[in-house]
């Protein structure tokens, strides 16, 4: 029988391997931007500004004459449709009619198709809603947890473990966001938010199948290492977890390459989130709770063979 959690070791420096250059980039952002990631307008406060020329324009044109307007350090893209999305500090209505006589000026025509103005009250409520989210979801899954598995030693084991696995997931997503915001320029809005809370629902409940199969191979399998258990386990489980995580993860490969400019931030954090759950479920989770169990961080594949068969 293949031993998965005979090599837990390795799964364990893995995963510290993906977290460490995230948490670099994360301690970095606070200390430059003041918040793990680049926040945009939603958290705060500022303008976005959606305009369409009449000719083609680069950013980096419009950016200077943004600076040269008093509205320097703008953040100017371009769409897939053709248009200028600028993200900026508070603009007046006044402001705005200048900057728009500028930017006619030196590009010709200009049409506005958005003006947004966002105050940082908003962003303030919706981190505080998500972080209490969080936290309220973290009890609801460890007391779910150890009612459900109250029957099976240490029960509280697999609560704790399952939310280590969601820590895990958190960690590695919102790292490689921060990533993407120093490198790419990315910045978490309310989307963001969104795909890390729908990331937390799939980890624990991928991790909760396979330890509900713990569950029950426990009393059918006594007198077995706990450590053949469990992989006894995840063998029997390994291959639903896959087929249900790979439907959605080619989905979200479809929605990254042909979906629209705007929603692609918000399709590479589910990616990378479900990409992480699945692997935290199988070779984080369930590996520590082996951990807990017998107190060793390698596996004793041999020992335990040889004690089943005698």
């Known amino acids: 029988m293949f031993n998965i959690v005979e090599k837990r070791h390795w799964y364990f420096l893995l995963s510290a391997l993906i977290i460490i250059p995230g948490l670099v980039a994360m301690i970095y952002s606070i ?24 000719q083609a324009v680069q950013p980096a ?24 999305l600028i993200r900026t500090k508070p603009m007046e209505p006044e402001a705005k009619t200048g900057i ?45 947890i150890i009612f459900a598995f109250r029957k099976v030693p240490n029960a509280f084991r697999y609560g704790v473990c399952a939310i280590a696995a969601m820590v895990h997931d958190i960690l590695v997503t919102v790292g490689l966001f921060s990533l993407a915001g120093l490198i790419l320029g990315w910045e978490a809005d309310a989307l963001f938010l969104t795909a890390l809370l729908t990331v937390i629902g799939f980890s624990v409940q991928d991790t909760i199948v396979v330890f509900d199969r713990i569950r029950e191979n426990i009393p059918k399998r006594r007198g077995e290492p706990y450590e053949t258990i469990v992989n006894r386990s995840l063998l029997e489980t390994i291959h639903r977890s896959l087929a249900t995580q790979l439907n959605a993860i080619f989905v979200l490969i479809a ?40 107190g060793k961080l390698k596996g004793t594949r041999k020992k335990a063979e040889a004690k089943a068969t005698a």
């Open 100 to 144: 728009m006589n500028a930017l006619e000026q030196a590009f010709g025509g200009v049409e506005e198709l958005r003006f947004e103005s966002v105050g940082p009250a908003v962003g303030a409520e919706v981190t505080r809603t998500a972080s209490i989210a969080v936290a309220v979801a973290a009890l609801f899954i460890l007391a779910f």
């Open 31 to 54: 200390i430059a931007f003041g918040s793990p990631v680049k926040l945009s307008i939603d958290f705060t406060g500022g303008t976005l500004l959606e305009l369409s020329f009449d």
């Open 255 to 294: 929605l990254l390459l042909f979906g629209g400019a705007t929603m692609k931030q918000f399709v590479a954090v589910l990616l990378v989130g479900l990409l992480s759950g699945t692997y935290s479920s199988i070779f984080n989770a369930v590996p520590l709770l082996v951990v807990w169990e017998t």
């Open 61 to 84: 044109d419009v950016r200077q004459v943004l600076a040269e307007n008093d509205f320097p350090g703008s953040a100017v893209t371009t769409t897939a449709d053709d248009t200028v």
